[in-house]
């Protein structure tokens, strides 16, 4: 593993106490997000530093059934946990979005026992018209006034214009390590590529443009990933378990491509440049592929160009327990790379502290079958 990539992986396996350092050492104030439809651009433009919401202290939840619901995602539940017991105090505030039940339903909660902080409330639109579009645009607009109040000031539309080339930039350098991966001997594994992103979502964007930079430069002098491996991608929301990415690529396998909140859906598409930037960004993010915002057939299409484009043999559906969005669209889309695409998938459930080891005997059958 290059150098780089060892510093983003200790970020993200130490990311609570990296934030809480950025805090620390800075003067950033950060506002948090859940769902890759929140544009990151809109909380760098009014100032603060965006970071994606996640568990990410491995601790059992404690305190959270008491305000949500026990049928709900536990990833989310157990990063309300986490944020309620005031284990991650760097989070200033968040925009929760209009996304899966789980996120949705969070913003009354947050609201009411987090009330001196910020939290607002975007609502997304499942449409993809030109109607919806003008109406996600002025809830973007009505956020950012939201966001300027909080922060003190004003953001012009050089600011934003400017955080929109920064983020467009940031996602070029994540599209091109992620490209790697369609090489028949893939410079790194799909475990690698997990941890490049994840860290994305903590480091301030400068900080984590420098490490990409040297990431590139590092493993395209690196060997490939030594011998013949099954080619797989993983689909499903939050794939948030890096021992879960490991133990697919310990039996044998190798994660090519995903189809993941927190993978491949967060770094396209491209937000235009040099227009007006709230109906740019508008525009851009209404594409994201998530399951609780696309049709089938754009979640299809989607993993269609992934399963050409990176010579995938086999689809591994890794979907949280109680995430009705990926689980309303699973068979459908199971059925479709089966039968049209003639794709072997494989279905397993996750959930936050599962252990992944009763998982083995599974994936090394399927791999095996696809060798």
Same mark, same amino acid.
């Given at each position: 593993? *290059? ?22 050492? =800075? *003067? +950033? ?5 859940? *769902? ?23 601790? *059992? ?8 619901? =026990? ?27 209009? /996304? ?20 607002? +409330? ?15 645009? #002025? ?20 600011? @934003? ?19 790697? %991966? #369609? ?5 790194? /594994? ?18 984590? %443009? ?31 378990? $890096?021992?879960?990415? #490991? ?5 044998? $396998? ?9 993978? $491949? ?16 960004? $508008?525009?851009? +993010? ?38 009705? /969005? ?9 059925? %479709?790379? %089966?039968?049209? @695409? ?13 252990? =992944?080891?009763?998982?083995? =005997? ?10």
């Amino acid at each position: 593993m *290059s150098n780089a990539l060892n510093i983003m992986t200790d970020v993200v396996q130490n990311a609570s106490a990296i934030l809480s350092d950025i805090k620390g050492r =800075t *003067s +950033y104030r950060m506002i948090g997000y859940f *769902s890759p439809v929140v544009p990151e651009e809109l909380i760098a433009a009014a100032g603060f530093h965006p970071v994606r919401l996640y568990p990410w202290l491995k601790t *059992s939840i404690q305190v959270a059934d008491a305000y949500l619901q =026990t049928y709900v995602c536990s990833h989310v539940r157990a990063a309300w946990d986490q944020i309620i017991q005031g284990k991650h105090p760097y989070i200033d505030g968040a925009i929760i979005s209009r /996304s899966c039940e789980a996120v949705t339903f969070l913003y009354p909660t947050w609201k009411r026992h987090l009330p001196e902080g910020f939290a607002d +409330y975007l609502n997304v639109p499942w449409k993809r018209s030109e109607n919806a579009i003008q109406f996600f645009k #002025k809830e973007l607009e009505r956020v950012s006034k939201n966001l300027e109040a909080f922060a003190g000031r004003k953001m012009s539309p050089d600011d @934003l214009n400017h955080a929109i080339t920064q983020f467009n930039n940031h996602r070029s350098l994540l599209r091109k390590i992620n490209d790697l %991966r #369609k090489a028949e001997s893939p410079p790194l /594994s799909g475990t690698d590529a997990f941890y490049v992103t994840m860290s994305g979502f903590i480091l301030p964007k400068e900080r984590h %443009r420098r490490l990409m930079e040297q990431c590139l430069a590092e493993i395209e002098a690196a060997p490939a990933v030594n011998g013949p491996r099954v080619r797989l991608l993983v689909s499903g929301g939050c794939v948030i378990d $890096a021992d879960l990415w #490991k133990l697919i690529e310990s039996c044998g $396998a190798l994660i090519v491509a995903d189809d993941v909140n927190n993978g $491949a859906r967060s770094i396209r598409p491209k937000v235009a440049e040099g227009g007006d930037p709230l109906d740019a960004l $508008a525009r851009a +993010y209404i594409q994201r592929p998530c399951g609780f915002n696309s049709p089938i057939s754009t979640r299809f299409a989607f993993i269609k160009e992934r399963i050409a484009t990176h010579q995938v043999q086999g689809v591994i559906f890794a979907i949280n327990k109680h995430c009705e /969005s990926e689980a309303f669209d699973y068979p459908q889309l199971e059925k %479709r790379i %089966r039968e049209e @695409l003639k794709v072997a998938t494989l279905l397993v459930e996750t959930d936050y502290l599962n252990q =992944t080891d009763p998982l083995r =005997t599974r994936i090394e059958a399927f791999v095996e079958m696809l060798a």
